[in-house]
């Protein structure tokens, strides 16, 4: 029997209008959708008419449950991976599986979709041709301290996700670290009701975001020291 296909899909972060055709097409097409959490892949799945199996295998089951999709694949199963929102393994399960299918020489195909840091990027007006993505950083301060310390002159854009929990601790050390006319863009839920940029020195970026609201998901990104939105 010959082996299956794991499609890594990106889905929507935020506007449901961002789900690709494509995508579409593999998930009703799929045997099974791999995904984070049933209830949040099991709402996009019903606002399309799909019903199909679904699989879990979240971030504290992840090792355990690669092998067994590995053998679902193996067996000529189809299979969609998911994350609950954007592009599986970017800050995201799925590594595992798409490692352990490499290793067995299976197909994996990639369904391009939303990715926050990409889209985050393209718009900040930043230096793009180059950059670091970090994703998230150890919730210690004391770790993310030593990380800005020692990439206060990378001569790249580096760009982080951060959460609404600890937003505010990043910006107070970002400021200290890095200093008050450091360029900075932070994109705040992107795509959603409430998407906002925070752009121009990180003294005044961090004043008005600290002055709006925090909830949300944020990409913070910061830009190499000679670089100036006037230049």
Do not use: W
């Amino acid at each position: 029997m010959n082996a299956g296909i794991l499609y890594v899909v990106a889905t929507p972060i935020g506007n449901l209008g961002d789900l690709s055709a494509r995508a579409l097409e593999v998930l009703r097409s799929c045997d099974i959708v791999a995904c984070e959490d049933t209830r949040v892949t099991g709402a996009l799945l019903r606002k399309f008419g799909i019903e199909k199996e679904m699989f879990v295998y979240e971030n504290s089951r992840e090792r355990a449950a690669a092998p067994i999709l590995l053998e679902k694949i193996k067996s000529g199963k189809t299979v969609a991976l998911v994350s609950d929102a954007g592009t599986p393994c970017i800050s995201d399960p799925g590594f595992r599986i798409v490692r352990a299918c490499r290793a067995e020489k299976i197909q994996v195909t990639p369904i391009p979709g939303p990715c926050a840091f990409a889209s985050a990027l393209s718009a900040s007006g930043l230096p793009s041709d180059s950059f670091l993505f970090v994703g998230f950083l150890p919730p210690k301060s004391a770790a993310r301290r030593n990380f800005f310390g020692s990439h206060k002159d990378f001569p790249h854009t580096i760009i982080f996700y951060e959460s609404p929990y600890r937003i505010e601790k990043f910006m107070a050390d970002a400021l200290e670290l890095f200093g008050p006319e450091r360029t900075v863009c932070v994109a705040k839920e992107i795509s959603k009701m409430h998407e906002r940029f925070f752009a121009g020195r990180l003294l005044d970026v961090s004043n008005e975001l600290m002055k709006s609201s925090t909830k949300g998901e944020f990409v913070v990104m910061i830009a190499p020291d000679s670089f100036h939105y006037s230049e």
